[in-house]
């Protein structure tokens, strides 16, 4: 809904500065051809006219735009559902060599008992520590999309495919993509999920039947 404001907003505003744009333009004419404002001089190309007619295609276009995103998101928040599942933790934990009383198995304990907020923070407060983990910045990611904070798991995911030493780049690059489609991304989301399913890897039969249920 906030989304949707935001884009009537942006829709108005564009009309504005479109009309302020021609409408200086029109006052440019007139001065330069001595022409007086009120002189509807035979030839003269109607500038009000133009503006109007354009206010109006941008705002169509707009609600067009509108529309089609009320009537996408639905189903790309449906197909985030059924394809989203949180990773399992436990083998990340049972090859882990840190002290147990860290920052990172507390979190590791609160993702497992699905207590995401806290995970997400403690994730948050482990990386401060060691940002070079690459398994805390993806479990953080993880965390993130749990609790809705979608620019936090983005980010998080980003940084783990920079870092062509992870393990978790497979992962990482699947929940980018839900994470896409669930902002209605898709472009962005189709990218990611072609790749995956060319791969052969692990999560490349979820990427096609994904891509086959959103095309």
């Known amino acids: 809904l906030i989304r949707m404001i935001f884009g009537v907003f942006a829709i108005n505003t564009k009309c504005i500065e479109l009309s302020e744009q021609l409408e200086e333009i029109h006052k440019k004419y007139f001065a ?26 941008i705002i169509l276009a707009g609600i067009t735009s509108l529309m089609l995103f009320m009537f996408r998101a639905p189903l790309n928040h449906r197909l985030y559902n059924k394809y989203f599942q949180v990773c399992d933790a436990s083998a990340t934990v049972r090859g882990d060599n840190r002290a147990p009383e860290n920052i990172f198995t507390e979190a590791i304990s609160k993702y497992e008992n699905e207590d995401y907020q806290s995970a997400f ?47 978790f780049i497979d992962a990482s690059e699947w929940y980018l993509a839900l994470c896409y489609l669930h902002i209605n991304d898709i472009s962005s ?27």
């Open 121 to 167: 923070k403690l994730f948050e407060e482990y990386g401060k520590i060691n940002s070079s983990d690459m398994a805390g910045v993806f479990f953080k990611g993880v965390s993130a999309m749990k609790i809705e904070n979608f620019d936090k798991a983005i980010k998080s995911f980003k940084i783990v495919i920079n870092d062509k030493a992870s393990l």
């Open 189 to 215: 989301s189709n990218v990611l999920l072609l790749k995956i399913s060319a791969s052969g890897d692990y999560y490349s039969k979820q990427a096609s039947a994904l891509l086959e249920e959103l095309h």
């Open 32 to 57: 330069k051809n001595n022409i007086e404002p009120g002189n509807k001089a035979k030839g003269l190309f109607n500038w009000r006219k133009l503006y109007k007619i354009a206010a109006v295609i």
